[in-house]
């Protein structure tokens, strides 16, 4: 009875009434791709990554594979980038409150877009218009103002279904 209990239990054939108290995942190692990873591991890999150790440096260290320990940190919700503060806390520039920043990322200047946007509305000389153009409409003629790097020739869509097709938008 025991060997036969034991290899449906190796296959998943079994009813879990069968064993009084049997939780078919209670005490298990966690199995990735063909990997165990014992609890010792698992404190070794949240250690390393917790002090800022990379994924193929904990895995070169632990002895599994570089996927197996991203897999497991991610599923742990052990992040990469931690948020840095300090006695360099950044601060909103509209606002004035702390922002987080994380670390190896670009500065962030405000704590949100709502004051991203207003700080930029009340200081539109600061603004760098330099990417601005003119540019003359094929349809109707019109001069008309292209922000970035768009490479439009119509000043509208109405201009563009006239002068492409000979009619208008609407027939």
């Not at 014992?38 to 990554?49: D, F, G, H």
Request: proline share 2%; with cysteine; charged share 25%.
């Amino acid at each position: 009875m025991q060997s036969a209990l034991y290899g449906r239990l190796r296959t998943g054939l079994f009813l879990s009434a069968e064993i009084p108290g049997f939780c078919p995942f209670r005490g298990r190692k966690l199995q990735i791709g063909g990997t165990a990873v014992t609890n010792e591991q698992r404190m070794i890999v949240s250690a390393l990554r917790a002090q800022g150790m990379g994924y193929g440096a904990i895995a070169r260290k632990v002895g599994i594979s570089e996927n197996t320990v991203k897999s497991f940190c991610r599923r742990n919700a052990q992040k990469e980038d931690k948020p840095v503060t300090g006695a360099d806390e950044h601060q909103c520039l509209c606002c004035g409150t702390p922002v987080a920043q994380n670390a190896g990322r670009k500065e962030k200047k405000f704590c949100s877009d709502k004051c991203r946007n207003k700080w930029w509305n009340a200081h539109l000389d600061k603004v760098d218009r330099r990417v601005i153009r003119e540019v003359t409409c094929a349809g109707c003629g019109k001069t008309f103002s292209v922000y970035g790097q768009a490479a439009r020739k119509y000043c509208s869509h109405v201009c563009y279904i006239r002068h492409r097709f000979g009619g208008s938008a609407d027939e």
